[in-house]
């Protein structure tokens, strides 16, 4: 058991990249044709993670010439160079197999919107009780 845990270990990724369901990727895919190898790029909706550890996979999903097309893809695999995350998307669900029977406009996913933190400066950045900040509230100076 301890020598099936030891190969698992060695083949994870350090650092997996973050991503989760809902969000529009890009998937940095190396592909070996013969002796050449070329990276290529499939942009889509992440619709599903499933499995754990190094059996871990992902489901992209995207439109191509109107017809809708799924790739899964290992997490730990060495053919996945990168995982690039586009648009991270608003969803409620583990799943989004329901997408795949949206058309158009219904099979968009909302953004989520990530509120940045505010550096707060010295000079004429405290807020007061109404929201304004302290050099709003005061007259301006006439010479």
Known sequence: ?????????????????????????????????????????YEGLVIAMKNSKVGKTFTVRKI???????????LHSPRVVKVEVVRPGKVRR????????KIGKGAKIKELIVKKNTVKSSAGSQTSAGGQTSAGNQAPATE
């Open 94 to 101: 583990a799943k989004l197999y329901y997408i795949r029977e």
């Open 1 to 41: 058991m301890n020598e099936i845990m030891a190969v698992e270990a060695a083949q994870m990724k350090e650092n997996p990249d973050q991503f989760k369901v809902g969000d529009t990727v890009k998937v940095h895919f190396k592909i070996i044709e013969g002796k050449t190898e070329r990276v290529q790029i």
């Open 64 to 74: 191509s010439y109107g017809v809708g097309v799924e790739r899964v893809f290992p």
